[in-house]
């Protein structure tokens, strides 16, 4: 439970009030246990930094994202209108969320719609705090620790964003060992375009198990992720090689929030 | 009599320009039957993106073995193109060397930098058949690279040293002409080679090697279009029609939009007379045949030179999956190529009972794309495979509604409780309070 008040923006609008910025929790986010600690753990920065922010509790729905990648255009539209709808109801001007599938929607699918907001990915978001001396960041716990990123496609060359979480990295004192693949040509994590919903076709490997391998190539104690379908495909891999007691896999905002003890 | 060379020349000349351009205009007229698409926009930054990722190789570079090799072949290609433009002015008018007098002193000078460009050429052209056909390099060897694919890369490689030999033997044996007036920096040494020949045997020599030279460059002008090599052309065309948006931006259906649009109306009357514009045929959503594709996509169909860097990034190929998007981009040009001898024959397209899913593309290569854009990334000529694939499932899911059960499943999570997996609308915010 958190120890603190998380507004939803109707209780901030009956109040007269209007957040700075809307966290954008996302459907993994709302619902799936382990993306919910990352949720968490964003609140906790959000409030640690004193920025005014709401949630939208039960008025937000899936952007469509999914139904897009599965090829129907009809029912993201359907979501994307409705969530248009809502956010210009709320005049709406600033989302950040730590889901780069979300964000890339929000960011890139919804103007031709009517959506026109700042979107940022959470690891954008806390690095413009901290240059702008809003957020302090102590490396600390992680200190010299080996860890490595995983490039979130949608983040990554959906979006040309690959330093902004590095950044953030970076403060914290840890050693980044880069993968093999990394930045423009991360490998995916394998739940892109709808797969997570699904079985993979037939084949020789599983992606995420691929994936996991090259991140434990690095000899990282810690592989941080920016996304929450990553993150969990990647946790999955980890524990199908039996390194779950060896490896963690990290949200850039747990590994944050932890460093500054939250 | 003596006019008779000018006269095969000027021939031969113009046999190749007007066949070369009637297989361009078909090929122009396939393009022209996907659907439209507006790339007519920020022609300032399109011209960069050419003149950055086409001419100047930017992408290619990714790879840096590879990538020099085909610098070097390409620069070559674009500087002996001024040699050509001698040989063609020559053809003509039955002079020889027409720009040495103009060129004094600096024509040695250049001709011994092709001389050089031609030698570099020779040994990339054959690094590159060496990977190829000897270190088989596991993208030139998945299954759609067999067959013609296969041949005509090596074809082109073989053209390629025939050309660069018949130019360097024609420099080396007017080197040991009794009046030879010119001496150039890598000919001379070959020279040697040709020195027992008697004065008649080296003018003839040189004349067989200067119309192998340019008999061949005509012919591979008219196997361009045949094959993969088109890309030496398209590659500026494509790159400068390029999607310029981000990757992770993925097109919105304006059909889609008005529907929507009139389904959240309250104002809108179910039972109204539809619109006059009703009457016009119905429009597929996405796309099921190469034709309902836009000529954006298959300008790039056209344009890709089979390289295979796309899929050896895919995730899908990486893993044994059957997806591979070079497949597609060759499928695609296959089909459409197949479409336009279907018009041309009829006058008018005669239903084949093919189409580019189904009969080329399977459901299962279809389902495989994670949608990651790392096929996208990786091609040196910004081809958009992924654009084709989510195209292709517009129409599996929407028309068809063939998508795969989970994913149903998950479509209708997100219709009935806005979120892909069954969760209540109502507990969305219960994190807050866990």
Known sequence: MTTFQVPTLAQMTAEGKAPEVLFWVGCAGSFDDRAKKITKAMAKILHHTGISFAVLGTEEGCTGDPAKRAGNEFLFQMQAMMNIQMLNGYEVKHIVTTCPHCFNTLKNEYPELGGNYHVEHHSQFLNRLLKEGRLKIEGGSFKGKKITFHDPCYLGRANDEYEAPRALLEKLDVSLKEMRRCKQNGLCCGAGGAQMFKDAEKGTAEINHVRADEAMETGAEIVVAGCPFCNTMLTDGIKNREKENQVQVLDLAEMIALAEDL | MSYLPNILFIVALATASVLFAKKVGRIRKNIGLGKDVDRSDRPSDRLQNMLRVAFGQSKMQARPVAGALHFIVYVSFLIINIEVLEIIVDGIFGTHRVFAPFLGKVYAPIISAFEVLAVLTVIAVL?????????????????????????????????????????????????????????????????????????????????????????????????????????????????????????????????????????????????????????????????????????????????????????????????????????????????????????????????????????????????????CNACVQACPIDIDPLNIIMKLRNFATMEESSAPGALNAMMTNVENNGAPWPFNQMDRANWINE
């Open chain 2, 127 to 371: 690094i590159f058949w060496w990977r190829r056909n000897v270190s088989k390099l596991d993208r030139f060897h998945k299954p759609e690279m067999k067959g013609w694919a296969f041949t005509d890369a090596n074809n082109i490689l073989y053209i390629e040293l025939v050309l660069m030999f018949a130019f360097l033997n024609m420099n080396a044996l007017e080197a040991n002409f009794a009046d030879a007036h010119h001496s150039f920096l890598i000919s001379q040494y070959i020279a040697p080679l040709w020195s027992g020949v008697s004065e008649w045997g080296l003018h003839f020599g040189e004349r067989l090697f200067w119309w192998l030279h340019i008999l061949g460059i005509f012919a591979f002008l008219n196997y361009l279009p045949y094959s993969k090599h088109f890309h030496i052309i398209l590659a500026f065309p494509n790159t400068y029609y390029a999607n310029l948006e981000a990757k992770g931006r993925f097109e919105n259906n304006a059909a889609v939009t008005k529907e929507v649009a009139l389904m959240m109306d309250p104002s809108a009357d179910p039972f109204a007379a539809p619109a006059p514009e009703a009457d016009a045929p119905i429009e597929r959503f996405g796309a099921k045949d190469a034709n309902d594709l836009s000529w954006a996509n298959l300008l790039n169909a056209y344009t890709c030179t089979e390289c295979g860097r796309c899929t050896s990034e895919c995730p899908a190929n990486l893993t044994g999956k059957k997806l591979s998007p070079r497949k597609i981009m060759m499928d695609t040009r296959d089909r459409i190529e197949e479409i336009g001898a279907n018009i041309a024959a009829n006058g008018t397209f005669i239903d084949d009972g093919k189409s580019l899913l189904g009969t080329y593309i399977t459901n299962e290569e279809l389902w495989a794309c994670t949608s």
